[in-house]
């Protein structure tokens, strides 16, 4: 049977790197690459590291409002799903690129399949909760990552078709750190392409949304928290807010603040083993720290992922100087605790997908 996986942007490739080596023992997939994330570093460089097989589409679509986004790439996928004839797509997660997958396929009749269905933050001005509640509502088996989720499809009406699966991010968590171990991956470049000297104690830092990183004060008030920690600070910048960080470290003389290109996923899962704390907006990077057990700051007003909250090992900070450092000093408790699964989720998901197309 023949599925088409569609993705776009760099946690879809992450995600679709361990499910997709397992789905091609089973059925013929056909990779659609919606081009919302393009750059080498936010892209290419996952296909390599991760071997993860070369899109059989690259639709080019990237940029401009959500409107036309989405749009341009509804058109454009539902032309592959009519040559193709799928028996059904499969998504990952909450992009734009999710969305018009879910779109095009249900006006089809094609089953949609969901892996990290079901999380809700309850507030419609978060454009992926959008993405979420729209591709689920559309969706024919609901994939979730925890039982957390599971609890918000049932409560919208959604339960026969809702299994708790585990995480395919803690699947590569796992399998990629075992696999880096103690070897730095590769060279940490800095925003001119000069190398950087990785520190033997730093924070590991992402941040990329809007809310955040989208203004001078939001951004320069989370930079100057970092910058006066007591070790240096990496982060890996995103191409949207690459100039404005750029330029705030400048004025500021935020030299404590060491800003990088986005890095490949092997040396991400490198700096989350080896950094001390972690202070991110990203949904894959606060998982990940929990995986780690790493402290970690979500500059961020929603849970997105209850279960790492447990013993403040997680907790939200607004974008303020002084809240980002109070919670950074805040006592917590490492506890073991694993509610994403058991590194092997992926075969789960097979399971379920087997069960959906033999029914
Ligand atoms: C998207 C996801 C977000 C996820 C993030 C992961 C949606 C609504 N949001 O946000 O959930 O956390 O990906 O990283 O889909 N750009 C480049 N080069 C690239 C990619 C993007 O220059 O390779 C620039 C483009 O100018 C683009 C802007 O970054 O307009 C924002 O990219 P976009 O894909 O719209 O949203 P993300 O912020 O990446
Ligand atoms: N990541 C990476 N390089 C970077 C920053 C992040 O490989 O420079 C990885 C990291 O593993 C993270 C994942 O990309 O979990 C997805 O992160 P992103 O913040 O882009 O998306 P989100 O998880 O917020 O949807």
Redesign the pocket.
């Known amino acids: 049977k023949k599925i088409v996986t569609i993705v776009g ?3 879809q490739f992450i995600k679709a790197a361990v499910v997709s080596r397992a789905l091609r023992e089973k059925y013929h997939e056909i990779l659609v690459h919606t081009g ?4 080498y570093n ?2 290419e460089v996952f296909f390599e590291e991760m071997d993860i097989p070369k899109p059989d589409y690259n639709l080019g679509i ?3 409002t ?1 409107g036309k ?1 989405t749009g341009e790439m509804l058109i454009a996928i539902e032309d592959v799903l009519i040559k193709e004839k799928p028996d059904a797509v499969l998504l990952y997660g ?4 999710t969305l018009a997958g879910a779109l095009a396929a249900v006006k089809l009749h094609i089953p949609v399949i969901h892996v990290e269905a079901g999380n809700r933050l309850g507030t419609k001005d978060n ?2 909760e959008i ?1 979420r509640i729209l591709t689920d509502h559309v969706s024919s088996l609901h994939l979730c990552c925890t039982e957390s989720a599971k609890e918000f499809l049932h409560k919208e009406g959604i339960v026969d078709s809702v299994k708790v699966v585990g995480d395919p991010m803690y699947d590569a968590f796992v399998y990629y750190s075992k696999k880096v171990g103690d070897e730095q991956p590769e060279t940490l470049k800095d925003l001119d392409e000069k190398d950087i000297i990785i520190p033997d104690n730093f924070y590991y830092m992402t941040c ?1 949304r809007e809310e955040n990183a989208g203004n001078d004060k939001t951004l320069t008030e989370i930079l100057e928290a970092m910058n006066s920690l007591p070790y240096p600070t990496i982060y890996p910048v ?3 807010n690459r100039e404005r960080a750029y330029q705030i470290v400048k004025q500021n003389n935020f030299n404590n603040v060491l800003l990088c290109n986005p890095v490949g996923y092997l040396m991400s899962v490198y700096l989350v083993n080896h950094c001390e704390k972690i202070v991110t907006d ?2 894959g990077l606060q998982r990940e720290a929990f995986f780690a057990e790493k402290q970690c700051v979500t500059v961020f007003d929603y849970i997105v992922w209850p279960e790492t909250m447990i013993d403040n090992r997680n907790q939200l900070a607004k974008p303020d100087k002084n809240d980002i450092l109070n919670k950074l000093e805040k006592k917590q408790s490492i506890n073991e605790n694993h509610a994403f699964g058991d590194g092997f989720s992926y075969n789960k998901i097979i399971d379920e997908i087997d069960k959906l197309l033999n029914a």
């Not at 919302?36 to 750059?39: E, F, N, P, S, T």
């Not at 909450?94 to 690129?97: C, E, G, H, Q, V």
């Open positions: 942007a760099r946690p919302q994330h393009y750059d936010m892209s990237s940029g401009g959500h986004m909450d992009t734009n690129s454009p992926e993405n990329h995103h191409p949207r990203s949904g």
